[in-house]
C-alpha cells in the first residue's frame, strides 16, 4: 500500500515506523524533505539539510521552553535543561571545555589495554555459557565499566546503571506516556544522590587517579575563572553516563544484527579483518544508535525549497540523512568496504559527539574481538527492540558460538 506521506506525523508515529522507519523517510525524503507535522514542527531527510542545520550557529539547543512544557517541573527538566547537549554558548562552551580535557586522542589511546582486557574477559565468560544475549550478556558491559572508571563509580553501583539511562532516555521520545515520565523521574532522582555523595567526596578526597579522572576535572576545572556548581555537576554527569553507555551498546548491539542479517559482509570482515574501521562506519550510517535530533531556528533558514521562520522547532532524522540516496549509492546495501562513508551518526557543528573518538575504539575492539573469537555466531531466538524512535537498538539478542 502506497504511505499517504501527507498525513504523517512524526508525534503520532507507531510500531512499525520503530521497527523499520527507512520506507516511511525514504517517502519523505522524496516527496516531503521538509515535513510539517500538524503541531507546526518539521521532520527533515535531507542529508544536505540536516547538515546545514547542524552547522548553522543559529540554530539552538536551548530546550527550555520544550521540556518545561513537556515535563513541568520536576527532576527530569531539571537534568535535561542543565546538560550540555541542550544547551547553547556561552554555557554549553563553558562545560565542553571542562570535560574535552579527557576526551583528547592520547588520553584515550591510554584506554585501548583497559577495552581489550574487559573485552577479551566478557568473551571467556560468554565462550563458557555457548549460549548468550548479545546485549545483556556482552554489548552492555563495556560502556558501562568505561564510562563509570572515567567518572569513578564503584562497582557495587554499576549494575543500576542501565536502568536509570534507558528510564531518562526514554521520556525524550516524540510520543511519552506518563508512566515514563514517572520512571525518568524517579532515575533522575536516585542518580543524583548517588552522584552528589560521589562528588562530596571527591572533593574533599582529589585522588589524582585515572579512575575518576573525568569526575576530577569537572569537579576541578575552570573556565574564565568559573567552576561548576554542583546542581551543574551533577547533572552533566548524569548526561555523560547515558549518552556514552547506551549509544555504544547500541553500535554494538546494532553491528551484530547487521552481521547476521548480512552473512556475505560478515565472511567478508571474517576474511579480512582489517576492515573493522570502515565496517564500524557502515553500522553506524545503516543503523544509527541515534535517530533524531532537535533544534530551534534562532533565525530563518533556507532549506531545500523552501525558508524556515525563526522559531521553528526542528527534528533532523539522522536515520534517513544517513540513507539520503544523493550522498550514499545504493543507502539501503549495507557494504563495509564503502568509501566514502560521511555518515553522520555523531551529527556535526559545535555538539559534535565529544565520545565518537572513544566510542569508535570501543566498536572497533568489540566486533573486532567478537568476529574473530566466534566465526560461526549465530542467532538463537527472537530479537527484542527498544520501543523508542529516537533510539535504536536491542533490548535482547540472543546468540550462539
Ligand atoms: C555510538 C555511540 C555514540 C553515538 C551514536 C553518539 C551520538 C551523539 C550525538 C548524535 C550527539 C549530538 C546530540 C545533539 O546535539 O543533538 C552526541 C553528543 C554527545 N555525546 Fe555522544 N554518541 C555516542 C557515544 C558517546 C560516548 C561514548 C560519549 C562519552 C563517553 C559521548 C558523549 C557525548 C557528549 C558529551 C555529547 C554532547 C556534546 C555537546 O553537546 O557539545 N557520546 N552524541
Not at 556548581?229 to 546494532?254: K, M, P, R, W
Not at 564500524?280 to 525549497?305: K, M, T, W, Y
Request: glycine share 6%.
Amino acid at each position: 500500500m502506497a504511505l499517504d506521506i501527507a498525513q504523517f506525523d512524526l508525534n503520532g508515529i507507531g510500531a512499525e515506523f520503530i521497527e523499520n522507519p527507512h520506507p516511511t523517510l525514504h517517502a519523505l525524503r522524496a516527496q516531503s524533505p521538509v515535513h510539517r507535522n500538524p503541531d507546526g514542527s518539521v521532520y527533515l531527510t535531507r542529508y544536505d539539510d540536516c547538515v546545514k542545520v547542524y552547522q548553522s550557529r543559529d540554530m539552538l539547543s536551548d530546550k527550555t521552553e520544550e521540556f518545561g512544557r513537556k515535563f513541568g517541573q520536576c527532576p527530569l527538566q531539571r537534568h535535561h535543561v542543565t546538560s550540555l547537549v541542550f544547551n547553547d554558548p556561552p554555557y554549553h562552551t563553558a562545560v565542553r571545555k571542562l570535560l574535552a580535557s579527557a576526551f583528547t586522542p592520547r588520553k584515550l589511546a591510554e584506554f585501548d589495554p583497559l577495552i581489550e582486557g574487559i573485552v577479551s574477559r566478557r568473551l571467556d565468560r560468554v565462550a563458557e555459557m555457548g549460549e548468550f544475549d548479545m546485549i545483556d550478556d556482552f554489548a552492555k558491559v563495556l560502556p558501562t565499566e568505561i564510562i563509570s572508571f572515567m567518572l569513578g563509580i564503584p562497582e557495587d553501583y554499576r549494575a543500576r546503571l542501565r536502568g536509570y539511562s534507558l528510564a531518562i532516555l526514554g521520556a525524550l521520545d516524540p510520543v511519552v506516556s506518563p508512566e515514563r515520565i514517572e520512571a525518568g523521574n524517579a532515575a533522575v532522582t536516585e542518580f543524583s544522590e548517588l552522584l552528589d555523595d560521589l562528588i562530596n567526596h571527591r572533593r574533599n578526597n582529589p585522588e589524582g587517579a585515572k579512575q575518576g579522572e573525568v569526575l576530577e576535572a569537572l569537579i576541578f576545572g575552570e573556565h574564565d575563572g568559573r567552576r561548576l556548581t554542583q546542581e551543574e555537576l551533577i547533572q552533566n554527569c548524569i548526561f555523560l553516563l547515558n549518552a556514552g553507555h547506551e549509544t555504544t551498546t547500541s553500535l554494538v548491539g546494532n553491528s551484530v544484527g547487521v552481521l547476521l542479517d548480512n552473512p556475505d559482509q560478515h565472511r567478508l570482515l571474517l576474511d579480512q579483518p582489517d576492515l573493522i574501521g570502515s565496517a564500524i562506519e557502515e553500522f553506524l550510517r545503516v543503523e544509527s544508535p541515534l535517530q533524531i535530533g532537535n533544534r530551534l531556528a534562532g533565525a530563518d533558514i533556507e532549506l531545500s525549497d523552501c525558508v524556515l521562520p525563526k522559531g521553528t522547532y526542528i527534528h533532523t532524522s539522522i536515520a534517513a540523512a544517513n540513507r539520503d540516496p544523493a550522498m550514499f549509492p545504493d543507502p539501503d546495501r549495507v557494504d563495509i568496504t564503502r568509501k566514502p562513508n560521511r555518515q553522520i551518526a555523531f551529527i556535526t557543528g559545535i555538539h559534535v559527539c565529544l565520545g565518537a573518538t572513544l566510542a569508535r575504539i570501543e566498536g572497533k575492539i568489540a566486533i573486532g574481538q567478537l568476529v574473530s573469537r566466534f566465526p560461526h555466531l549465530r542467532e538463537n531466538g527472537p530479537r527484542q527492540r527498544m520501543p523508542l524512535a529516537r533510539f535504536r537498538g536491542f533490548t535482547s539478542l540472543p546468540v550462539r558460538v
